[in-house]
């Protein structure tokens, strides 16, 4: 069946958009016990650090020169052209145990550029299709296409939310990356009251990220006031707007080995198996792929 397309998006930037859609793409693709899922990560974020983070700054640079990106999707658009999608989706990791294998179409900071083209600004001209009209022929190559969303309202994210079937919410606990889920809320209403509610992705549930132990009681105390504040807002939600969001588990822990896999240009899997906050993302991935179960029926007969 067709992949599932997940859009990894908060309007709130630093709550680790990034690394929920590397991490739980390989977990799909490369776990010896849970993975076998073909999957493609799309970096639509301007900043491509799923890109750097996945193929190193060698690569990025040689894609970036022969614009093998999803930059060349919206280029080639514009001149009513269909893009060549073999060339620019590269192959990033595989597995000969569990037969899953991670592929990437690389993010572009030339996509800053689109804002400028009226063409792509203009919802007539059907500019926030290019990423589903693209999708569409390779979906099937896919069990699921994870959309690193940069964390604006752009041209990008409005691709994102027409080519997607879910939105899942990064989340830190702090005030600020709350109010980007209230912001999102709102945003969704409005772009799905334009073009339809039946066309735009589904705002499904919240990641709890960089979650702090109790070596900082102050900081412990203030992260557990902010998940208990996220909990109201949920059931807010619920109540005047029908949103029935889902709190994945388990919370993700801050830790420094996020930032060494970044440095080393892994994910966790490669980086350290049975590190503590690799088995998270891993228990994380399985409740997110049930939960898409549940709401998609039809994913139990492909699992």
Excluded at 53 to 58: D, F, K, T
Excluded at 75 to 97: F, G, N, Q, T, W
Excluded at 110 to 127: I, Q, R, T, V, Y
Excluded at 180 to 197: K, P
Aim: proline share 5%; aromatic share 6%; charged share 20%.
């Amino acid at each position: 069946m067709p992949a599932q397309i997940l859009a990894f998006l908060n309007f709130k930037g630093g709550v680790a958009k990034t690394t929920d859609t590397v991490n739980i793409g390989a977990v799909m693709a490369l776990h010896p016990q849970i993975g076998g899922k073909r999957v493609l990560i799309v970096d639509l974020d301007p900043q491509c650090n799923s890109t750097l983070w996945l193929v190193g700054r060698e690569v990025y640079r040689w894609v970036q020169e022969r614009d093998q990106t999803v930059h060349e999707i919206f280029r080639r658009s514009l001149k009513k052209l269909k893009p060549d999608m073999a060339s620019i989706i590269h192959p990033v990791d595989k597995s000969e145990l569990s037969g899953g294998r991670l592929d990437l179409l690389p993010g572009s900071f030339s996509c800053l550029k689109l804002e400028e083209d009226p063409k792509m600004l203009d919802d007539n001209a059907l500019g926030h299709l290019v990423l589903t009209k693209a999708l569409e022929t390779i979906k099937n190559q896919y069990d699921y296409i994870l959309l690193d969303c940069p964390p604006s309202w752009s041209i990008l994210t409005r691709n994102a939310l027409r080519a997607a079937h879910h939105v899942l919410i990064p989340y830190t606990p702090d005030y600020l990356a709350l109010e980007g889920i209230l912001w999102m809320r709102q945003l969704h209403e409005e772009f799905s009251q334009r073009v339809g509610i039946g066309n735009i992705a589904r705002l499904t549930g919240v990641i709890v990220n960089r979650v702090r132990n109790a070596a900082n009681h102050q900081y412990v105390n203030a992260h557990q006031q902010a998940i208990t504040e996220l909990g109201q807002v949920i059931e807010q939600l619920h109540q005047k707007h029908g949103y029935r969001l889902h709190v994945f588990q388990p919370h993700i822990a801050e830790t420094s080995a996020v930032a060494e896999a970044v440095n080393y240009q892994e994910h966790l899997l490669n980086k350290d198996m049975n590190h503590p906050v690799t088995r998270q993302f891993t228990a994380l991935t399985q409740d997110i792929m049930m939960h898409l179960r549940i709401l998609n029926p039809r994913m139990i007969e492909a699992a």
